[in-house]
C-alpha cells in the first residue's frame, strides 16, 4: 500500500475518538469471523458423524453371505451407502483444510490486530499526554509572568510613593528602592521563561500536528486496510476450499443415480426364481391311512404358529436379550450374575444366623421355647428355597455366559438343605475352571436340568458317525427327506419347550409350543425330527419333552 493513499492524518486529524470506534468494531467483526469458522468446521465434523452413524445404522450385516444382496435394489442401496462414506471423506477433508488454512490464521490475525491497535492507542495517547503537558508548562509560565509583573508594578509604586514623602529617611528609601529592583529582576526572569516556553509550546505544536499526529492515524488507517485485505483473502478461501469438494461430492451423488438406474425388477424376479424354484411343481400328494398317526404341517405355518403372548405361557422363561451385540449381552448377564450373587450372600448370612440361634437353643434350651425353634425351623427351611431358586438362577445366567465365551458350560452345584459360602464360590468362578465333557454336557441341559433353559449360542452338534449296531444315527436316511409311506405306524410326538435356530443344514428351525414327531433318537443328546414331509432334521434333546 502506497503511503500516498494514506489521507486519515489530514482529513480525520479530529476524529480522533470516531477512528478508536471504528478500529475496534473492525477487531470485534475479525472475531466473529474466526468464531463463525469455528462453529463452520464443527458443523462439518458433526454432519460427518452423523453420515457415518447413518452408514454404519442401516449398514446390512453378513453382506457377502446373504442371498439378498444380489437383487439389483440392494446393490443400489448398498453402492448408496458407500458413497455416503466418500461423502463423509470430503468433509473431513474440507474440515481439516478449514481449521488448518482458515480458522488458524483468523485466530492469527486477530491476536495480531489487537496487538498493533494496542500499541498505536498508546501512542496516540503519549501524543496527547505530551501535548497537553507543553499547554500547562506555557500556562504556568505566563501565569507566573504576570504575577511577577504585577508584583513589580506595586514595588515601584510604593517607591514613587516613598521617594515623594518628605519624612521617610534615607534608609527606609534606600530599601524601598532595592525591593523594586529585586521585582523587577524577578520579572524580566519569569517573563524570559515565559518566552522559551512559547517557543517550546510551539516547536512541539508544530511538530504535533505536522508529522507526529498524522503519521499515528495513518499507521491506524494502514493496520485497519491490512486487516480489511486478510480478512476478505480468508474468507474468500474458505468459500474456495468448500469448492473444491462439490465436484469430488457431485460425482458421489452422479454415482448413486447411476446404481438407482440399474434397479430391475424383471431381474429380480428371474434371480429369485432362479434361487428358490428347487422343488418340482406340483407338488407328491402324500395319502394317510385312516387310524394312522400322521405328521401335520400345522407348525409349518408360520400364520398357524403361536403368537408371542401364547408363548410366554409355555415354559419358556429367559429373558429376550438375542437384540443386542454380544458385548452388550454379556455386560448384561454379568451384571445379572453380580446380583444374583449379592442376593446369595444376604441369604446365607441371614441362614447362618439362624442356624447359629437354633445351635444355641439345642445347646441350652431353657433359652427359647419350642415355638421359637419351630419358627426358626420355618425360616430357615424358607431360606434355604430361596438360595436354591436363585442358585438354579445364576446357574443358568453362568451358562449363558459360558457359552458366549466359547467356554464349556460349568458344573451344576448340589442344591442341598445347607449351602455354604464356598460353594457358592466354588460355583462362581466357573469360566477359569477346566471341565470334563461329561459336566460340559450338564450345561447343555441333558443331565438333569430340569427346566433351565440352555445358555445362549450353544455349541454347534457333533458329528454322527454312520449306523452301527450301538443305536447311532442311519447316514443314509438322515440326511434325505423320508417318505410318509415308510414311516412306522406310531411315531411318538414331542412338544418344543424352547425356540432353536438350525446352526447347520442338517438341523431344523424349532419354535416353542410347537408338536413335532420323534423319527429317531440315538441317546446322545441329539434327536432327529419331523415336522412334515418336507421339514425334518436334527434338534438337541433338551429342547424338547416327550408326550405319552
Not at 174 to 186: H, P
Request: aromatic share 8%; with cysteine; hydrophobic share 30%.
Amino acid at each position: 500500500m502506497s503511503d500516498n493513499n494514506l489521507t486519515w492524518g489530514y482529513s480525520l486529524w479530529d476524529q480522533y475518538d470516531r477512528i478508536l470506534e471504528h478500529t475496534d468494531a473492525g477487531l470485534e467483526f475479525t472475531n466473529k469471523c474466526s468464531h463463525y469458522v469455528k462453529d463452520r468446521v464443527k458443523v462439518e465434523i458433526d454432519y460427518i458423524k452423523s453420515l457415518r452413524n447413518l452408514r454404519k445404522k442401516y449398514k446390512l450385516k453378513n453382506a457377502e453371505e446373504n442371498e439378498f444382496n444380489n437383487f439389483t435394489t440392494v446393490k443400489s442401496y448398498c453402492v448408496i451407502l458407500e458413497q455416503l462414506e466418500l461423502i463423509a471423506r470430503e468433509h473431513e477433508i474440507f474440515a481439516e483444510r478449514l481449521e488448518d488454512e482458515v480458522h488458524a490464521k483468523l485466530r492469527a490475525l486477530h491476536k495480531d490486530v489487537t496487538l498493533n491497535r494496542k500499541n498505536l492507542c498508546n501512542t496516540g495517547s503519549q501524543l496527547q499526554q505530551g501535548y497537553q503537558q507543553q499547554q500547562d508548562f506555557l500556562e504556568k509560565a505566563r501565569q507566573k509572568y504576570e504575577k511577577m509583573a504585577r508584583e513589580a508594578e506595586a514595588a515601584g509604586m510604593a517607591f514613587k510613593k516613598v521617594n515623594e514623602d518628605m519624612n521617610v529617611s534615607r534608609a527606609q528609601l534606600e530599601k524601598s528602592r532595592n525591593t523594586m529592583n529585586t521585582r523587577q529582576d524577578i520579572m524580566e526572569k519569569a517573563k524570559g521563561d515565559y518566552i522559551i516556553q512559547i517557543e517550546k509550546t510551539n516547536n512541539y505544536q508544530h511538530d504535533y500536528y505536522l508529522e507526529k499526529w498524522p503519521s499515528l492515524l495513518n499507521q491506524m488507517q494502514k493496520a485497519e486496510e491490512s486487516r480489511i485485505d486478510e480478512l476478505g483473502t480468508l474468507l474468500k478461501q474458505q468459500c474456495i476450499l468448500h469448492g473444491n469438494v462439490l465436484p469430488q461430492i457431485k460425482q458421489c451423488v452422479d454415482a448413486m443415480i447411476s446404481s438407482c438406474d440399474k434397479v430391475n425388477s424383471s431381474q429380480d424376479s428371474d434371480l429369485l426364481m432362479e434361487e428358490r424354484n428347487k422343488q418340482p411343481y406340483p407338488p407328491d400328494h402324500v395319502f394317510i391311512e385312516y387310524g394312522s398317526k400322521q405328521v401335520s404341517n400345522f407348525s409349518s405355518n408360520p400364520s398357524m404358529r403361536k403368537t408371542k403372548k401364547e408363548r410366554k405361557k409355555t415354559k419358556v422363561n429367559k429373558e429376550d436379550l438375542d437384540h443386542l451385540p454380544p458385548e452388550k449381552r454379556k455386560k448384561a448377564f454379568k451384571e445379572k450374575i453380580k446380583e444374583i450373587e449379592s442376593k446369595i450372600q444376604i441369604e446365607l448370612k441371614a441362614r447362618q444366623g439362624l442356624e447359629d440361634i437354633l445351635e444355641l437353643y439345642s445347646q441350652k434350651p431353657e433359652l427359647g421355647s419350642a415355638t421359637a425353634m419351630e419358627e426358626s425351623r420355618q425360616q430357615l427351611d424358607a431360606i434355604t428355597k430361596t438360595l436354591e431358586k436363585l442358585q438354579e438362577e445364576l446357574y443358568k445366567y453362568q451358562c449363558y455366559l459360558a457359552a458366549l465365551d466359547d467356554k464349556p458350560a460349568p458344573e451344576r452345584p448340589h442344591i442341598g438343605s445347607h449351602l455354604d459360602s464356598l460353594s457358592i464360590t466354588s460355583s462362581n468362578s466357573h469360566i477359569s475352571h477346566n471341565h470334563n465333557d461329561n459336566d460340559s454336557g450338564s450345561g447343555q441341559g441333558s443331565g438333569g436340568g430340569g427346566d433351565l433353559p440352555p445358555p445362549y449360542n450353544a455349541a454347534p452338534p457333533p458329528e454322527f458317525s454312520p449306523a452301527s449296531p450301538t443305536g447311532e444315527f442311519n447316514t443314509d436316511s438322515f440326511y434325505e427327506v423320508p417318505d410318509n409311506n415308510n414311516l412306522p405306524p406310531n411315531l411318538n410326538s414331542c412338544t418344543v419347550l424352547y425356540d432353536y435356530a438350525a446352526q447347520h443344514s442338517d438341523e431344523l428351525d424349532i419354535f416353542a409350543g410347537e408338536t413335532l414327531y420323534v423319527v429317531e433318537d440315538n441317546g446322545a443328546g441329539w434327536v432327529k425330527a419331523q415336522r412334515n414331509e418336507n421339514e425334518v432334521g436334527l434338534i438337541p434333546g433338551n429342547y424338547i419333552e416327550m408326550l405319552s
